[in-house]
């Protein structure tokens, strides 16, 4: 979708459907009060009216709710209710007058979540739908317009950030959304090195079965061993000419996980096509922020396999080595993505010198039970780095709920004959327990994990709907915009 920002007045934008905020309370612009149906307009928040001023003007009247309640999540979803109904009108076109606001919530904000809700709700995924020939194809939304007025300049740089950050997440989701028989580790391989090809600054590398047993990667080498799709592992470095600090990303990409020998319930295991989420964000995020040319260097690490029973699958009880040289008694196989993240995750420091850390993996279902689908879990071994990785979330609205670390959650990771095991008998604090086993390979560096198992699918708001979210891709280019800024 192309966005727009102008300080032309909204009747001037030449779009197919306009669409105007109105708080309660408060009138309508003076141009709509006279026109018929204006009567039926209310402010009550989602409530939308449409008008027609004259000729072939179509003026959407969306209700705000109360103006002191105002802030960029109400922008996202009155910008994706806006995309809806342009769809029925048939319309390519959609110009939003930017709301004056409340003062906390600043125009380049507003303007940002407008741009971040239409891009969202534009997301279509239909490539496997068989449509008849002769029907004509359905209009597409590929135009929106802000009319910033005076603020037109000021939003430019946040709107251009919102809006490239939206076309990652898409990208994502539309990763999340492809099953399994098509996105294999390969196939996501194949996708960083398509990434890498498109920017000067980004180089990918890719390790097959055979370098990530020879590297010492116990953890991934051993989920991957009962599937017949060949694991990767993918690393897209990120480095511009100016650059200070090193972020380390690191996503999970189980692109289809049964459980193992520990198998899951047939009940939705369809949906586990999506316990690459994570790692699709990390991959997409490093393409926003080298589109955006942002001055921080980036380390991306995504490990990638099926979780498969077969016949050479590892079994509960086995004992493996991880790249740290830390031993792990698999207890349960389908717990087996911490496993392949202690790996990426010593690789990320160790190796590819990251200064500070962010995990983010659809880890555990327990945080679904914590926090539902409206927070992601966040760990952190540092409060200001945990600081810096909530805020980013606050601002995107890719919200994160602080989850504590204590030792006695260290004792639950502790194995009865290696260092550490991946599932505890007792069945306590599971995402804590998943967080604090992490924590043994991050060699103390400033370290986040993000668990969103509740956030990655199934969300709901309007913008995303249900399915695929495309969680973190704007967490992360935000975290990056204000690395780089400060």
């Not at 999970?252 to 369809?270: H, L």
């Not at 995020?285 to 498969?308: H, K, Q, S, W």
């Not at 016949?311 to 008694?329: F, R, W, Y």
């Not at 409060?383 to 609205?397: F, I, L, P």
Request: charged fraction near 25%; hydrophobic fraction near 40%.
């Amino acid at each position: 979708m192309r966005v727009e920002v102008t300080s032309e007045p909204l009747g001037e934008t030449q779009a197919d459907l306009e669409a105007v905020g109105i708080f309660e309370g408060e009138e309508l612009p003076e141009a709509l009060r006279s026109v018929e149906g204006a009567e039926d307009v209310r402010a009550t928040f989602r409530k939308l009216t449409l008008l027609r001023p004259g000729g072939d003007r179509r003026v959407l009247v969306v209700g705000l709710g109360k103006r002191g309640e105002l802030g960029p999540e109400r922008l996202r979803v009155a910008a994706a209710l806006s995309v809806a109904e342009a769809g029925r009108y048939d319309a390519s076109s959609l110009a939003w007058e930017l709301p004056d606001g409340h003062p906390k919530s600043g125009g380049a904000n507003l303007a940002a979540a407008l741009a971040e809700g239409a891009v969202l709700a534009s997301f279509r995924f239909d490539r496997f739908k068989s449509r008849d020939p002769e029907d004509p194809s359905p209009e597409k939304l590929d135009r929106l317009v802000i009319a910033a007025g005076s603020d037109a300049q000021e939003v430019g740089h946040p709107v251009e950030v919102a809006t490239i950050a939206s076309e990652a997440a898409n990208r994502a989701r539309e990763l999340q959304a492809l099953p399994s028989n098509v996105v294999t580790p390969t196939y996501l391989a194949d996708r960083a090195r398509e990434i890498a090809a498109a920017h000067d600054a980004v180089g990918a590398e890719v390790m097959d079965r055979a370098e990530i047993e020879d590297l010492g990667m116990g953890g991934l080498a051993a989920v991957a061993r009962g599937s017949a799709e060949e694991p990767r592992l993918i690393v897209l470095r990120y480095e511009p000419t100016e650059a200070g600090e090193t972020l380390g990303l690191v996503g999970k990409a189980v692109t289809f996980d049964t459980g193992g020998i520990s198998i899951k319930p047939a009940a939705k295991m369809e949906e586990m096509k999506m316990d690459m989420s994570g790692g699709a964000a990390v991959l997409e995020a490093v393409d926003a922020i080298a589109e955006l040319g942002l001055p921080i260097r980036i380390v991306a690490c995504v490990p990638a396999t099926e979780n498969m029973p077969g016949g050479s699958a590892t079994k509960p009880g086995d004992i493996i080595t991880q790249l740290n040289g830390k031993t792990v008694e698999v207890n349960n196989t389908d717990a087996e993505g911490r496993l392949i993240l202690a790996d990426a995750l010593t690789y990320c420091v160790r190796d590819l010198g990251a200064d500070r850390v962010v995990d983010i993996a659809t880890l555990t279902g327990g945080v679904l039970v914590a926090l539902g689908s409206t927070y992601a879990g966040l760990i952190s071994n540092d409060d200001d780095w945990a600081e810096r990785v909530r805020s980013a979330a606050e601002r995107t609205g890719e919200l994160a709920w602080r989850l504590p670390l204590h030792p006695e959650y260290k004792d639950l990771t502790r194995g009865s004959d290696a260092d550490l095991t991946n599932a505890s008998a007792k069945r306590k604090a599971s995402p804590i327990y998943a967080g604090s086993f992490l924590e043994e390979f991050v060699d103390a560096k400033p370290w986040a994990h993000l668990d969103i198992a509740g956030t990655a699918w199934d969300v709901g708001r309007p913008y995303v709907g249900n399915g695929p979210t495309g969680y973190g891709v704007r967490l992360f280019v935000a975290l990056a915009d204000e690395l780089a800024a400060s």
